[in-house]
């Protein structure tokens, strides 16, 4: 069998590894060199020009169906449940949490829930939008597990290594957000971050307000290709007698979108995480598809205010 394999960054290490071991089996073995940034980014172009007959992915659960034969293969890593102790004072004063974590820790999450029922807690475990397929699990763009019981929940805690993760959960939920990264041992109190969003969210849309220009970023990765958003976006901003491109790729580079200096500001349809993680990346301001009707009502209602006068 003709196989290519597929690793995020933090298992490329291992890559060898696996190659040997399927080569050993007598299949054809190939490694994708490229990046990718979950279930969602699929090597599918390398996989269709080799014509391999599979394609294994490693790291991530199944984020949808594609044309293709993909083997998906979680990796389990057993982290250290110690801090779990220490995290019983940061939440001593809230009798319901909910625990959220990543795939990597699913298999984790009765072990932590059975922690904190025996010492008192109730435990809520949340079920996520549909792109993450383990309750209690989180994506960066399925942040459905900790949305789905805000409010019912005195505070969340989300357990697992790195910020990307909870930051996106943080912003899509208002009860206190605690996060235990037992790699760095670290417990951290992370709902401060949603000011901080709040006013780099306000500061783009007032930034846009002038715009005139639009370039409407189209990712064609297979999870992240929305064309139809795309469109519509297009005609919105056409409707308002304004002007819009839209720009493909597969992976942006930001240093050649910034090139594009006739543009007065940029909005996203790929991965959701681009409008929050990549902002100051452009020197245009980067817009969401919600930022951006906003800052067409904005238009709307200064062009009123203006006819009035």
């Known amino acids: 069998m003709k196989i290519l394999l597929q690793f995020p960054e933090g298992l490329k ?18 490694i994708s060199a490229s990046p990718t940034f979950g279930a969602c980014d699929l090597a599918l172009d390398e996989a269709r020009n080799l014509k391999v007959d599979k394609l294994i992915h490693f790291g991530h659960a199944e ?14 890593i057993d982290a250290p449940l110690t801090l779990l102790q220490e995290s019983l004072e940061h939440v001593k004063e809230y009798k319901k949490i909910g625990i959220v974590t990543t795939i990597q820790h ?11 029922v025996k010492n008192g807690k109730e435990v809520v475990i949340g079920r996520p939008y549909g792109f993450a397929k383990k309750d209690g699990q989180i994506l960066g763009c399925d942040i459905g597990s900790a949305a789905t019981i805000n409010g019912k929940v005195d505070a969340i805690v989300y357990f697992g290594g790195g910020m990307f993760h909870p930051l996106g959960a943080v912003l899509a939920t208002t009860v206190p957000f605690f996060v235990i990264e037992p790699f760095q041992g670290v417990i951290e109190r992370f709902d401060k971050y949603r ?6 969210r306000r500061a783009k849309i007032l930034r846009s307000v002038e715009a005139r220009r639009f370039g409407i970023l189209l990712s064609t990765k297979n999870g992240q290709h929305n064309r139809a958003l795309a469109d519509i976006l297009k005609a919105r901003i056409e409707e308002k007698g304004l002007s819009a491109g839209i720009l493909v790729s ?5 240093e050649s979108i910034n090139n594009m200096m006739e543009f007065d500001a940029f909005v996203n349809t790929a991965c959701p995480r681009i409008g929050i993680d990549d902002t100051e990346r452009t020197r245009k301001p980067l817009l969401s598809a919600n930022e951006l009707m906003d800052v067409l009502k904005i238009k709307d209602e200064l062009s009123e205010h203006a006819a009035h006068d």
Do not use: C, M, P
């Open 13 to 30: 290490q291992k890559a060898l590894e696996h190659a040997k071991k399927l080569e050993r089996e007598g299949n054809e073995v190939f």
């Open 63 to 76: 984020f949808h169906h594609v044309d293709f034969n993909v083997e998906y293969v979680e990796y389990k």
């Open 106 to 116: 699913i298999h984790q999450l009765d072990s932590i829930k059975e922690f904190y």
């Open 195 to 200: 000011a901080e969003y709040a006013k780099k």
């Open 250 to 254: 597969n992976t942006f580079d930001f």
